[in-house]
């Protein structure tokens, strides 16, 4: 059905893929893209950005 919506200019190949995933992630175990809390930084809500210019130089995390 994607694909024939694709093919008739419906959706853009870029909508067919983004739904496409939606509707493969039933089929996603939550381990396959957790991030294990041992990996995880977290910042107060009320710091300020001092703290969190702080935390980014100490921790240097990869996707923030």
Request: net charge negative; aromatic share 6%.
């Given at each position: 059905m994607l694909d024939g919506a694709e093919f008739s200019g419906a959706i853009e ?52």
């Open positions: 190949e870029e909508e067919q893929d983004m739904i496409e995933n939606v509707l493969e992630i039933k089929d996603t175990h939550v381990r396959e893209v957790e991030t294990p809390l041992v990996d995880m930084v977290a910042i107060d809500a009320s710091a300020t950005l001092v703290d969190f210019q702080h935390l980014w130089v100490t921790h240097k995390a990869g996707n923030w």
